[in-house]
């Protein structure tokens, strides 16, 4: 996780050794959220060229393996040894395994309410749901972080997934949280009971990643009722060199007339695991 503007590399070396492939081991993602990578950064490519990160381990027994700071402003907390290239760790990975002794104590970073609950909770009437409540297993999406449902567009290109509409009979004005990004303008379409609400493509921002109001989708005055099937279908883009995650935080049911108002708030993001 990148805690500032950079902040965002290591290096990783094994038995005291430093070798060329575990230089700038890099992360473009991960900007105040955890993130798996395993990327390198060379002259060519800044983000990082996949999968060129890697130990030579001469002979099975016990080694060391080291990590050295790049920048200070970066956290990290797991790592994985693995043979298998296309391996992709989800949410947080597998469990951990201690040969012996016992794990530290967790670092407990400050919290923020996202935007997406700083804007839900601005009235005591809202109802939302957040992303991460919609079911993910065969829907081709990822728990990314505490906020955010995503795709590995390593994997898929697209997702789609839906929940049930549990409250009260109404009008509804209806917001749903998309996050912008800067390799491309994801496709967000919402379906009420397999009719299509609308579609829409949040802006390009000129970093990673930014949530408020100009990356929401908004309807007004949407008549929903208690039992209707809520459908979330997201399509990645790509800007020809990296793809987008078409992530996003959840959805807000305001009562009709308040929606436009409570979405004006600024991005806070969450900062802890």
Not at 132 to 154: D, H, R, S, V
Not at 174 to 179: D, K, P, Q
Request: hydrophobic residues 35%; contains cysteine; proline residues 5%.
């Amino acid at each position: 996780m990148s805690t500032g503007s950079e902040d965002n590399g290591i290096h990783v070396g094994l038995n005291g050794n430093w070798p060329e492939q575990g230089q700038r081991m890099q992360w473009c993602e991960g900007k105040k959220y955890w993130m798996w990578e395993s990327k390198q950064r060379t002259k060519a490519v800044h983000c990082g060229v996949p999968h060129a990160i890697y130990l030579d381990v001469p002979e099975a027994g016990v080694h060391d393996v080291q990590f050295s700071m790049r920048e200070d402003g970066f956290e990290f907390d797991k790592f994985i040894l693995t043979t298998n290239i296309n391996y992709v760790p989800i949410d947080k990975g597998p469990n951990m395994a201690l040969a012996e002794g016992s794990l530290p104590s967790s670092y407990n970073s400050k919290t923020e309410l996202s935007y997406f609950n700083t804007i839900a909770r601005k009235l005591p009437e809202n109802k939302f749901i957040a992303s991460q409540e919609f079911p993910i297993n065969g829907t081709n999406f990822y728990k990314n972080g505490k906020n955010w449902l995503a795709i590995n567009p390593e994997k898929y290109k697209q997702a789609k997934t839906s929940k049930i509409f549990e409250f009260e009979n109404g009008n509804y004005d209806v917001i749903f949280v998309g996050v912008g990004e800067n390799d491309g303008r994801s496709t967000f379409r919402v379906f009420i009971n397999n009719k299509e609400l609308g579609t829409y493509k949040p802006p390009l921002t000129p970093v990673l990643w930014e949530e408020g109001k100009a990356f929401n989708g908004f309807w007004r005055n949407v008549k929903l009722n208690t039992g209707d099937k809520i459908t979330v279908e997201v399509h990645v883009a790509s800007d020809g060199n990296e793809w987008t995650r078409g992530r996003w935080a959840g959805i807000i049911f305001a009562r009709a007339g308040k929606g436009e108002a409570i979405q004006e708030s600024p991005s806070t993001y969450i900062f802890n695991k």
